[in-house]
C-alpha cells in the first residue's frame, strides 16, 4: 500500500526507524518530511490486517533505476519473506529495470538472497564496510 502521504504516523515511522542509524524521534520526523515532499520519493507499507509490519522507501534516479532508502520490517515478521515481497513489490510498482541500495554488514544477506549483486565499497567508515547492491530487472 502506498504510504507516502502516512510517512509521519507513528506506527509507520516506528519501523523505519528500525533501518536508521541511531533513530530518534526527531530525525524520523525530519526524514518523514523530507521524503513526503520529494516528489523523486515513493513509500509503500506491507500490512497484517490493518498493522503495517514493513516499509520501504524509494527514490527515483532515473527515468528506470531507483534507490532504496531504507527498508524494515517488525521483527516478528523478520526471516519470513516479507522484505523480499516488499522488494518484488517495489521493482512491479515502479517499473524500474534496476534496483539499488547501499548497506552494511547486517543486511548484505538480505539483499543477496532477494538476488541483488554485491559489491564491496570498502571500509566506507571507521570499522564499518559498506556495500553497493544492484538488482536488474527484466528490462534492466
Do not use: W
Not at 3 to 14: E, F, P, S, T
Not at 51 to 72: D, K, N, Y
Not at 94 to 117: I, M
Amino acid at each position: 500500500m502506498d504510504v507516502k502521504g502516512r510517512l509521519g504516523d507513528a506506527q509507520i515511522l516506528d519501523i523505519l526507524s528500525l533501518c536508521q542509524y541511531k533513530p530518534t524521534v526527531e530525525k524520523m520526523r525530519r526524514l518523514a518530511g523530507e521524503y513526503g515532499g520529494d516528489p523523486s520519493v515513493s513509500a509503500y507499507a506491507l500490512y497484517d490486517g490493518q498493522e503495517p509490519v514493513g516499509v520501504i522507501v524509494l527514490r527515483r534516479i532515473t527515468s528506470c533505476s531507483c534507490e532504496i532508502l531504507g527498508i524494515a520490517t517488525a521483527p516478528g515478521y523478520r526471516n519470513k519473506g516479507a522484505g523480499r515481497r516488499m522488494v518484488r513489490h517495489a521493482v512491479a510498482q515502479s517499473g524500474y529495470a534496476e534496483l539499488l541500495a547501499e548497506t552494511d554488514d547486517d543486511a548484505v544477506d538480505f539483499y543477496r538472497k532477494c538476488g541483488f549483486a554485491i559489491t564491496s565499497l570498502g571500509e566506507k567508515y571507521p570499522g564499518i564496510v559498506r556495500y553497493s547492491c544492484t538488482l536488474k530487472g527484466e528490462e534492466g
